[in-house]
């Protein structure tokens, strides 16, 4: 009896120094009554205070639960629709971008601009892997005088773009001594050093880009796929009969192996006098690559040209539009014969022969519908732009249209 008579005193203690609702208010005034009708009274009185103020709250909350639900379901089906572009499903904040790359090779003045292009742009559109490219080893960095160009553009591209400047032997396909070799064919003949990429052992993964397009947007989320020795894109264009990959650009796991079975194909007494690069990369990982699909990421400039646009679009059902086909491109690579590449002016004559109609009465003062004119010229001339303000370079005269037929000697002979 002793201690609970102890123990109910210290809580008769302990309930004394408790707050009671009375020392919630400051007067005597403002205190609630202790009685208990009143207690009731009040408790009534603030449930249905309550009561009454959500319900003249539901409509309110009725439009703003509508609001969130139609906010909610347009965002998702807008997603559906219209998926960001090639979003990567990984985190980039823990990867070592160091061990990446993106390559160009340059045989000449022209080209060797363009890679300063693409380097510009993938530094201004915020690609984090590290850029390489290759340079013919009789060239050199040190700038002679103001127009010593080919230096002063390594050095841009060193300095501005950060790109690592490696001279390279310029690997040549051989040909026979009886042909005659000119315009592209010559630019062909050195592409087998795009080859030296693969002995770039220093990386885990580069991704070589012709320098004959425009980025629209960095890869850097292709570095994160699936181990796969090659991964290339369909030349869609030739699709569905002819199934090949393209070199407009090709994701590589370094390999001095690969670099040396690549050489001894281009070197190869059995190659064909027509068989280059793409030939070979064919060849060999035809039926292995790992097939990157175009859509998203490769664009042919051709295609604003074209009538038909199944082989891009995938399917029949889709209607072609310019300027999504467009923005949801990481690259437009300038293909356009007989249209020259966009560093060279074009023939007036084959200008108005091979530019993109109006799908509305092409060739009248009423025509309409003129978007994929208007998309194709502009990617052209903002390649001139660029080339103007990066490279300080004007355009490459244009060449005679219809081109003169040469005449052979024997052909002279019997005149």
Known sequence: MKARAGAHGQWESYLKDVPTIHDLYD??????????????????????????????????IIVVLAIVAIFYYTT???????????????????????????????????YLCNSVMVFEALSRLGSKADRILMYPEEWDTDIANITDRDSQLLQKAR????????????????????????????TWDTSA????????????????????????????????????????????????????????FILLEPSSAEADRLMAAAESKTRQHNE????????????????????????????????????????????WNPKKALREASLVHFSDWPIPKPWVMWPRNLLKERMPLCDINPGTKDEAGCENRDIWLELYNDFRRRRADICALLSVPAPEWPPRRKMNSSASGNG
């Not at 990984?90 to 000449?108: C, E, G, H, I």
């Not at 770039?200 to 580069?206: G, M």
């Not at 030349?235 to 090949?244: D, E, G, M, R, T």
């Not at 064919?282 to 998203?296: K, Q, T």
């Open 159 to 186: 300095n501005y773009y950060g790109a690592k400047l490696l001279p390279v032997q310029v690997k040549k396909f051989k040909r026979d001594p009886s042909e005659t070799v000119e315009g592209d064919n010559l």
């Open 76 to 110: 998702r089906y807008h997603r559906r629709l219209f998926p960001p572009t090639h979003a990567p499903s990984l985190r980039y904040k823990n990867v070592q971008w160091r061990l990446f790359a993106y390559s160009q090779y340059v045989t000449d003045s022209h």
């Open 276 to 319: 280059f690069d793409m030939e070979i990369l064919n060849y060999l990982y035809g039926d292995s690559a790992m097939v990157i699909p175009h859509r998203n990421y490769g664009l042919v400039s051709g295609e604003f040209r074209s009538e038909d646009h199944y082989r891009y679009l995938g399917n029949s059902y889709e209607k």
């Open 27 to 60: 007067s005597d005034d403002e205190q609630p009554s202790n009685s208990p009708k009143t207690n009731l009274f009040h408790l009534r009185h603030s449930s249905r205070s309550c009561y009454w103020q959500l319900r003249r709250s539901r409509p309110l």
């Open 193 to 248: 050093t795009k080859f030296l990429t693969f002995n770039q052992t220093q990386y885990l993964r580069i991704i070589h880009l012709d320098s004959d397009v425009t980025v629209q947007q960095h890869m850097d989320d292709l570095f994160l796929l699936p181990s796969a020795r090659v991964a290339m894109m369909r030349a869609y264009w030739n699709l569905p009969s002819v199934k090949s990959l393209t070199s407009m």
